[in-house]
């Protein structure tokens, strides 16, 4: 990506840093010891696109770019630290693909991520979840350094025990939690499977989804209900629904054959 581009990705992220930023806690730096493992377990690769929320030294961006060749850019308050994570890109080569900017984190347009990571205080952590369900695609990978994120299930969560930490927290215990953005599956859908038409109710609590069915003058509870990212799986009258959510429709197969599909209706 050359220069340009990306001065044309970040210019209206740098707008909101006419307004004064909302300090999100004090800046503490996540070990460098533990940085490629988190990124390694959102699966950064090439295509990825990060986004840092308190991007400090910009260590987590940078080192996303520089070994596993993503894109992306920090967000952070601190000019001293923007000033010294645009250095660092520049003089590890790698300024086309990574920026960092002084803004406001709570404003910043966050939707262009398929990776993003905090390390910031439980508090802000969660003051940011309405944020990153409204802006966030299904599907994009959320990496929460020691705090969780109240009311979503992780994917993954690691544990780790570093030498390093102590100087941080005066403990050597690091969590890793990393949570999949659901889809906005809740409400009623109209049906059709293999031909027959059923109406799910669907009830959503972020990454928690339950549900019926009615076909036939029936009721039915949807069993094993799971949803990734805009993956949704059921099982129903000893069948496992499988499906892809897009937007107000959701497409899928039936375990043992046939297909269903369904339009959102509420």
Known sequence: MSRLALALLVAPLVAFAQDKPVDAGPYV??????????????????????????????????????IFGARGFGVEIKDELVRQANADARREGIAERVQFINADLFKTDISRATVLTLYLLPHTVNLLKDKLLAELRPGTRVLSHDYPLSGWIPEKYVQMDLEDKVKISGVTTTLIYLYVVPANVGGRWQASASGRAMTLDLKQQITRVSGTARGGGKDAALEEVKLRGGQLSFRLAGKTYRGRVNGARIEGDIAGGGAWSAQRVQ
């Open 29 to 66: 730096p996540s070990p460098q010891s533990v940085v490629s493992d988190m990124l390694k377990l959102a699966e950064v690769g090439p295509e990825a696109f990060v986004i840092d929320l308190g991007s400090g030294d910009g260590r987590i961006v940078r080192t996303a770019a520089l």
